[in-house]
């Protein structure tokens, strides 16, 4: 299981960085290790910018991660279990590869939430088949391969903390293992005894794993509700569905191994299967915030809207502007920039219910569908709104490459209530963006109502 936590996004200019220092007959290699240099400084690691209790939590799980790969140097292994190793590597790596491009937008688009993929699968499956030190081995392969091939510009201290996830949670399901059926993994004993062990070794794994990941998100983000957090439960279906392949692999490898060759082939067919979905889904949002984007949100408001005028509920909608956007990417860098983007995302998604919808409509602009939410009731949503965007407090790196926080960060609200400001969606985007334009020539961080 791979998670992303999706705290802050830092690309290669994002510590205001500049080479002109070095000599202009000197090679494109030499000026890239003295960035590379740079960017490993301990100083300037993206980590520091994060509050003082994900902190605490990373640096917590990464040692315990790393005192458990030392113990497990000490396990001998075999040529056996080296084949096997490899065998598991190369089809993680071969399985990762063949849904790349997917898994990129899918990651992007999992805002705020526990990201799953099958991952899992191999890793558990070398939690049963190989010596710990393998095992060990295996998660480091994996996660590293899928930072430099799926996530390059993602931080490596969220990598290296979801491996060191994975690394407990391996830990833990072998613990559970030797305490029902000692001493052995997979020669487990039959009948209900063995299938219990083997449950209770899936569920430790899942439980410290994603247990671990929600709490980094809950720790990162204040307010975020547990549910929202864990994700949807046909993430957990995918989850579980990976740890049973896992046991298959397993199994199959030690027996007649050929088979796995087999299983792979399955597996590779069925991930792709399984991700199309997941593919449209990442299609219809906004990469950066992974709220809808404006095609996806213009479709489900027209039917939103048809829907109104057919049952005759009314159908609110908000107009969105953050205030001074511009300034606040002059002073601070884009990337400053896109962090408030994403905080003021986070906390639309957090003031929804589960049946609106939130989308970006590029910029600084961000649009709210609410069906069912009348004159009366329109412009209370858009206050509280507008009154939580103002108390954020968005964690950020400066273009001095100092961690730092943005606060005073405002919006302007337009709202307009649909059938009675418009009919047609265009005019009831109209009305409710002519009342975002007075709100902000009256001052800005406040909210005006249609008609206007």
Known sequence: MNQRLRWITLSDNSYGECIVSVAPTARAGEAQFVTLRRRLSPGRWPLWSQPGRVVALVLLVDTLAVLLAALALRTPTTPKDALGFAVLAVGAILHLEAARGIERLREVASEGVAYVNLKA?????????????????????????????????????????????????GAAALLVLAAIDPPTRLGLAEGPVGLLAMLLAATAFWLVNHGLVVGAILLSRPGTRIRTAIGEPSDQLVLAGSIGLGVAIASLMNSESWLVVVLMVSVLALHRAVLVPQFRNAARHDPKTGLANSVFWHEMAGKELERSRRT??????????????????????????????KAVARELQQQMRPYDLAGRFGGEEFVLLLPGVGAGEVGHVAERIRARISGLAVPVLGLDGKASQLDHITVSVGAAVGPADAEELDRLLLAADTALLHAKEAGRNQVVLAPC
């Open 121 to 169: 699968m191999w890793n558990f499956a070398a939690v049963l088949l190989l010596p710990p030190a393998l095992a060990v081995a295996l998660v480091a392969v994996t996660y590293t391969h899928c930072w430099v091939r799926v996530t390059r510009r993602t931080p490596l201290y969220r990598k290296a903390f979801s491996a060191a996830t994975i690394v407990l949670a």
């Open 312 to 341: 005759g509920v009314p159908l609110g909608i908000l107009m969105i502007d953050i205030d001074h956007f511009k300034t606040l990417n002059d002073g601070h860098g884009h990337l400053a920039g896109d962090e408030v983007l």
